[in-house]
């Protein structure tokens, strides 16, 4: 006990040391920066995009915008990790999230002790070479990643990368998007699995070529830190190593069995203490939560099931329950049935698929054609369950959909995750199973009664960049409205410049904060016009949340595209409708009045659908990108329309919101959705000038990043916003 006391009081002293002294030494000004490079080079697309660690010490993200193929092609053969370069550009702090729940990238960094970004300009070679032996296996490592893309199959090429280097990056985004939901992902990733079978192979191989127990076991030993380079240092595999390390030292200088925790419990403490932030690192808690519990259950479960599928479908379910209070606060969902795929994809992936795909990268030393015939094999085999995964997760019913919880909800989950491990831990029968089962549905009755029981609605206008996106929830979750669904305008790239997985603001921003706020399905989408940066994210909503009720203008007019995924929605049960001016749209028992459009004006931005609604004893008016004409239209079919809170047309552009609108709205706070340093110089200053001089209190997304207001039934009760510039 004493031990591990003053290991952990030596930790907190080093994690001192760490908030004291961890601060960067950049201005922001720098315009070079010279270093070495300390990660694999990163070739997406147009953009190449690496880790430089500077001659100062500190590490630095470097992106370059690659202007040919010529100029692709020759950096791809080029750089190396471990040369040293040199980057011009302009430095950057990495931006804090701007929407309620979006990725917050600055901390992630920052927890890795990166504290800039450089838009690399121009980039010059210092150095081939990096002369020490991370550089050379790092070298080594993306040596070898090109040579299995260039010789086997994609879907051959991507398993091999991922569970031979730990190398993800030419993975599907798409497929390993279905790993994740279904928490699956460890399966494609080098893990304590893969090292205790590749170790348990060579140990074993040592063994029976005559290579006696105590040699063997100190080769390993030597041969398991450049494993773990060589698998990219994840802080699972490091776990894993460090892990194995010690039960095979422990062997050479002590006869006894060591406890099965302490292992674990030593690797933990040594890299806490090298590296105090990596108990953020969402990595690190889920390969320790995992490996303790399985430590722990295994043997419990061992003795409790004959039946193999019974064991394993147990140890899925209590590491499920091992990781709810890490996961679902971090992606707001789960996925049960994970637990049922696990039973297959674990062991189908872990003693099929990574022995051949071992054997394939050996053999293609040997004899190079062997590569056509095993790419077809490990095709062959992956197509089937790939294929099943992907349809699977196109279906959303099959998530668990907690939104973000909040601490106290933190808190009970693992009190009722305790509770029930302790309950199945007496029983130790089938039955008992479903209490393993009880604290996820408990949770969900959890967040579902808290939801119903908040007296409060919510406005949020999300920060979709130059475009449109408003969320509306009722009080007591009566009902949803989406307002448009921003869209970034795409742009015909050849196909050299096109990235794996390019942003996509329907499916990155929109989805991610209906998921969050635990909006399941949507009763009404309303579609103001038919310009992308208002429809174009629908594309990332189709078929991951129900929609029931599709609500455009008699005069929108779909692309290719938009009359595609109408049809998906219609065929799902969709119900699409026309809006026109004097009709009310009912959402439960919340009326929203549709000012217009009353005719076609020949002209998208005035054919707008304009939402007039009183939420909280406020009235609101959404105007989508109605100009200064359709504005006068309005004025004089309703002479005496009022707005508290006015969206502003068209992003605050000088073609909408006329002083004569101002004067006659008389809004007492104005909302500017646009995009930081947009090309259209949005908002104007002449509308800002009027805002201004109209006393209309003004919040702009391109400043404050996502806006929300908050109402009840009777008064509105403040607002808030998710960025601090």
């Known amino acids: 006990m004493f031990a591990v006391f003053l290991a952990l009081m030596l930790i907190l002293v080093v994690d001192f040391t760490f908030v004291q002294t961890d601060k960067s030494i950049f201005s922001g000004r720098e315009t070079q920066l010279s270093g070495r490079i300390a990660s694999l ?44 370069w040199r980057a011009i550009g302009a430095v950057d702090q990495p931006m804090a999230p701007t929407n309620f729940h979006g990725f917050n990238q600055k901390q992630y960094l920052e927890q890795h002790h990166i504290y800039w970004k450089m838009n690399a300009k121009q980039l010059q070679m210092r150095s ?8 050379f296996l790092s070298r080594f490592r993306q040596d070898q990643t090109a040579r299995i893309d260039a010789q086997f199959t994609s879907p051959s090429a991507q398993m091999m990368n991922a569970l031979l280097f730990g190398s993800d990056q030419q993975m599907d985004p798409a497929l390993s998007e279905a790993y994740r939901q279904f928490g699956l992902v460890h399966v494609l990733v080098v893990s304590g699995m893969h090292i205790a079978v590749v170790f348990g192979s060579l140990y074993y191989l040592f063994r029976r070529i005559g290579v006696v127990r105590e040699y063997a076991a100190l080769f390993l030993i030597l041969l398991m830190p450049v494993y773990v380079f060589l698998t990219g240092a994840e802080p ?52 320790f939560a995992i490996a303790f519990v399985v430590l722990i259950a295994a043997p419990i479960v061992a003795q409790a099931y ?81 294929q099943i995964l992907l349809k699977l997760a196109q279906i959303p019913s099959l998530q668990m959909v907690y939104g973000a919880l909040t601490g106290w909800q933190i808190c009970m989950s693992v009190v009722l995750i305790f509770l029930s491990l302790l309950l199945w831990e007496q029983h130790r029968n089938k039955k008992a199973l479903l209490m393993l089962c009880t604290p996820f549905l408990m949770m969900y009755l959890v967040v579902t009664l808290t939801d119903y029981a908040d007296p409060r609605g919510s406005v949020t206008f999300l920060d979709v960049g130059q475009g449109d996106s408003i969320l509306i929830q009722l009080p007591h979750r009566q009902g949803s409205l989406l307002i448009d669904t921003g869209g970034t305008i795409p742009f015909e790239k050849e196909k050299w410049k096109m990235r794996r997985k390019p942003f996509e603001v329907g499916r990155d921003v929109v989805l991610n904060e209906l ?27 189709v078929g991951k949340t129900a929609i029931r009720k599709l609500l455009v203008s008699p005069y929108h007019d779909p692309n290719l595209q938009e009359r595609q995924l109408f049809q998906t929605l219609s065929a799902s049960g969709t119900a699409i409708r026309l809006l026109r001016s004097g009709m009310t749209l009912q959402v439960k028992a919340q009326a929203f009045h549709i ?95 009027a805002l201004h001089q109209y006393d209309v209190f003004r919040l702009r997304t391109d400043r404050s990043g996502a806006i929300r207001f908050w109402f009840d039934v009777t008064k509105m009760s403040g607002f808030e916003h998710a960025y601090d510039p």
């Not at 699972?236 to 062997?251: E, K, N, P, Q, Y």
């Not at 310009?531 to 909503?541: A, K, P």
């Open 306 to 386: 004959a039946s193999f599928i019974v064991r394993m479908i147990t140890l899925s379910l209590i590491c499920e329950l091992a990781t709810f209070p890490i996961i679902v606060p971090n992606f707001y969902q789960m996925s049960l049935i994970g637990v049922v795929l696990g039973v297959f994809f674990v062991p189908f992936i872990t003693f099929l698929i990574f022995p051949l795909c071992a054997i394939a990268y050996f053999a293609s030393f040997v004899w190079a054609d062997s590569s056509s015939f095993f790419s077809w094999a490990v095709d062959a085999l992956l197509l089937l369950p790939h």
């Open 515 to 541: 998921v969050a706020q635990r909006v399941t399905h949507l009763d009404a989408l309303v579609l103001t016009h038919s310009d992308y940066d208002h429809v174009g994210g629908l594309q990332g909503i």
């Open 236 to 287: 699972s595999v490091v776990r894993s190593g460090i892990t194995a390390s010690i039960v095979l030292l422990f062997s050479l200088v002590r006869r006894h069995k060591m406890p099965v925790s302490d292992p674990i419990s030593i690797a933990c403490l040594v890299m806490v203490f090298l590296d105090p932030n990596i108990v953020f690192d969402l990595g690190f808690q889920l390969s």
């Open 128 to 135: 081939q070479s990096g002369y020490n032996m991370i550089g």
């Open 595 to 689: 000012l217009s459009p009353l005719e076609d004006a020949k002209n998208s931005n005035d054919n707008s659908v304009v939402l007039y609604a009183v939420l909280g004893g406020e009235r609101w008016l959404f105007t989508g990108d109605l100009s200064s004409s359709g504005e006068r239209e309005l004025m004089q079919r309703y002479p005496n329309l009022r707005a508290d809170v006015l969206k502003l047309g068209h992003h605050g552009s000088r073609t909408s919101t006329s002083e004569a609108w101002l004067e006659q709205l008389n809004p007492a706070i104005g909302v500017i959705s646009c995009g930081r340093a947009n090309r259209y110089g949005h908002p104007h200053p002449e509308i800002v000038q």
């Open 41 to 84: 080079p990163d070739f997406d697309g147009d953009r190449l995009r690496f880790k430089l660690k500077t001659n100062q010490g500190e590490t630095v993200i470097v992106d370059y915008l690659l202007k040919t193929r010529v100029e692709k092609e020759r950096l791809r053969h080029l750089i190396r990790a471990g040369q040293l």
